[in-house]
């Protein structure tokens, strides 16, 4: 993720390690496992209001660090990349498809009941822009 958006770092609790630290740090260690435990989570539980309710609440906890929607395109980007590094020639075309859209409808999952706070913050954001 970092590779493809290096400034993305900045948002994460990890952000002081150095570069060549990086990728062996437990923190990032643990935040990857937690990102592919939930794409795990929402594979196994699609449908059920458990993981719709995780899912929200997920989401909920990324509008205080200013997430944005592309974030979301830059970590799924990470996650094919993973996918195709481990699983080489049989992640074909066909299945980074079906990845994108998985990956996709999760992300909807986390922002839908969101999307109402992250324009009332962008519509305020604005209004203080523009009064300055």
Do not use: C
């Not at 290096?6 to 390690?17: A, L, Y």
């Not at 913050?121 to 523009?130: G, H």
């Amino acid at each position: 993720m970092f590779r493809i958006a290096p400034e993305m770092k900045q948002m994460f609790s990890f952000r002081d390690i150095p570069e060549e630290e990086l990728y062996d740090s437990m923190k990032l260690k643990k935040h990857g496992v937690s990102v592919y435990k939930y794409v795990e989570a929402a594979v196994d539980g699609w449908g059920t209001p458990e993981i719709a309710e995780k899912l929200q609440n997920l989401g909920a906890r990324h509008l205080p660090k200013d997430v944005k929607l592309e974030h979301f395109d830059v970590v799924g980007e990470a996650i094919l990349t993973s996918l195709s590094d481990v699983f080489g020639d049989a992640f074909d075309d066909k299945t980074r498809e079906l990845w994108t859209r998985v990956y996709t409808v999760i992300v909807h999952a986390m922002i839908k009941d969101n999307a109402f706070v992250n324009i009332k913050k962008w519509l305020i954001s604005q209004i203080l822009i523009n009064h300055e």
